[in-house]
Every structure is written in structure tokens, then in C-alpha cells.
């Protein structure tokens, strides 16, 4: 059995021959994109933009949006980053002097990591039983020091998203000044996103987080954004970093809001191609939450052990510290070798 024609090589962090413990596209640049990045590469003397004026007003046109409402950074990591020093700056204002950020657990890494970074204490409350988002749970954690509450829809790393009337209920709820961050870095990949415009018309203090890294395939540009009420998104903006987002990313986004149609063929493959590894999957026995990601989770300790075995075989997992193994959906030839894997190891174990 020979490794796909997949993602692999030097490149992988982890030497693996199949690359699926990052949840990165399976595909490389829209082929348009890659021209937009080719003209830009003798200009990498030039400063970009001071802030990424134009690229909000991309976005925003994209939306349907005043630029007023967006606010754009280095991936969704550094709109996060500077939502959460919105959230500090707030909390400081009324006199929180423990700042705390609410989460799920298991998460995407980079919660802990940026409340570690700007010194919040990290509440982390499980996901209920089948790897969902507990709001009434969340809920019940929020104290007068919860500054930002996160909820990821996909959520990282299971899959599952929040119902609509659920998220809005719980925002609802929540102590006034508290901001909720709504993290859709794999909405294009769900069926059941809530309405991103009657949120941010209702709420006026959460802000939704959104990302070229994903369905874009634009990872390594680094430049993702955020969507919100004028306040929330004022706010925000303050942290924004002087030449934060870089030129690759600048040329890059127009062309590829441009590109919907190529964009949504690749997500409808995608998504097939997440439908078949899950089938394949569990008709070898494997246990596998439904996911509306570009991912698939397996939980448990029998989801670790599978984690396990693959790395051993080459291919890239992620394991969520004993809850359970996430998989990437990679292209068709990775799924055959991963099933392939775990078939030829359980014949030979
Ligand atoms: N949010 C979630 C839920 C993620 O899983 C990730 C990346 N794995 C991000 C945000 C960050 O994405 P970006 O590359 O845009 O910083």
C-alpha cells in the first residue's frame, strides 16, 4: 500500500505522509488566486496597507455590509486576539480585576493559548455527551468576571453546530457588556449556519469570526475577520495591527470572494468527500460523530487508539488530550489510505 498523491512531504510539521491533523483545505489556491499571488511577488519590499481598509471594504461588500461592521486580521486567530483585548478593555472599564474567557472543552488550541497570552483565567466547561456545544452548562459557568464567552459553530473539534433559537436564547441571557464571540471558521462547510444577519442585528456585543484559512484554502496567507454590530466592531478595531494583514492576503481576497461558483464546487467536494470517510469509517467499525467541518472526530479512548494507529501509519491526527482523535477531511486518495490503514492493521493485529 503506497501513500496517496495527497498532501505530504517536507513540509508536514510532523513528517507524516498524509497531513490530516490541521484541518486545512485538501485543495491549494483557487487557480486565479495563484495568478493574484504570482504578479504580487516582486513587490514584497512594499509596506502593505497601514490597516486593511480595502480589504474590509471587500468583505463587506461580500456581506452586504457597511466596512463599519467588519473588521479584518491575521486569520481569525488575530481577529480573536484582538476581540479578546476589546473584552479585556471593557471588563477593566468595570472593574473586573480577574478576567475570565468562557469556553467548550475540547477546543480549538488557540482559546487557551490567547487567555494564556493576555492573562485571563480560561473557564472550560465539556461538551455534553455526543460532542455539542452545552450552552445551558455554559450558561450556568458565566460569573461576574467572564469578560468573553466563545462558542464555535462548527464546532473544533467535534463538528456539531449550535441551533439558531438555542445560540440566540443564550446570548440573550448573557450579563450585559459580555462578549460573546460566535467562531465560524468552518461555516462554508455546514449546512445549518445560523443567520449571520439577523445576529449581528440582534446582538449588539458578539462579534462572528470568519477565515480564508479554510474553505478558501488560504492558510498560510494569514487573514481572516470579523463581523458585528458598529459598537462591538469600533471596539475591535482599536486592537488591529499596523500592517497586520500582509499583501499576499490583500491581492488574494477580492479574487477569491470573486471566485463563488469555483468556491462552492470545491466545498460540495468537500463535503462529499467528508460524507464517504465517515460511511467508510463506520462500516469498519469506527465510531464517528456527525460533523458539519471539513473534519471528523472520533471520540473516546477507542477514537485515541485509532488516533494512534494512523500516526503510525503516516497519517497526521489530532488527538484532543483523551477525548478523542479529530481527522481532517483530506482528497479522496488520503481517505482511501487512511481506511486502507486501519483495515490492513486490524487484519495483521
Ligand atoms: N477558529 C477555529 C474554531 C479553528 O479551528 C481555527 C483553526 N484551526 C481558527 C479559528 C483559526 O483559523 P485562522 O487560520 O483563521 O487563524
Known sequence: MSPPAGPRGPACADDAVVRLGLNESAYGPLPAVAEVLREGVSDTNRYPDFLPDDTRARIAQHLRLPGAQVTVGAGATGVALAVLQAALRRGAARGVDAPEMLTATPTFDGYPILAEMLGMRLEAVPLDDVGRV??????????????????????????????????????????????????EAYVEFSRHSPDLWRLIRTFDDLLVLRTFSKAYGLAALRVGYGVGGRQIVTEVRRFELPFGVGSAAIAAVPVALAAEDELAQRVRSMRAERDRMADMLRAIGCPVLPSEGNFLFLPGIEGVAIGHLLRGCGVSTKECRGHGTRITVGDRSSTDYLVASLRLTAQTA
Open 134 to 183: 452545552d450552552l445551558a452548562a455554559m450558561r450556568a459557568a458565566v460569573t461576574a468576571r467572564t469578560v468573553a464567552v466563545v462558542v464555535c459553530s462548527p464546532h473544533n473539534p467535534t463538528g456539531s453546530v449550535v441551533d439558531e433559537s438555542e445560540l440566540h436564547e443564550f446570548v440573550r441571557s448573557l450579563p450585559a457588556g459580555v462578549i460573546t464571540v460566535f467562531d
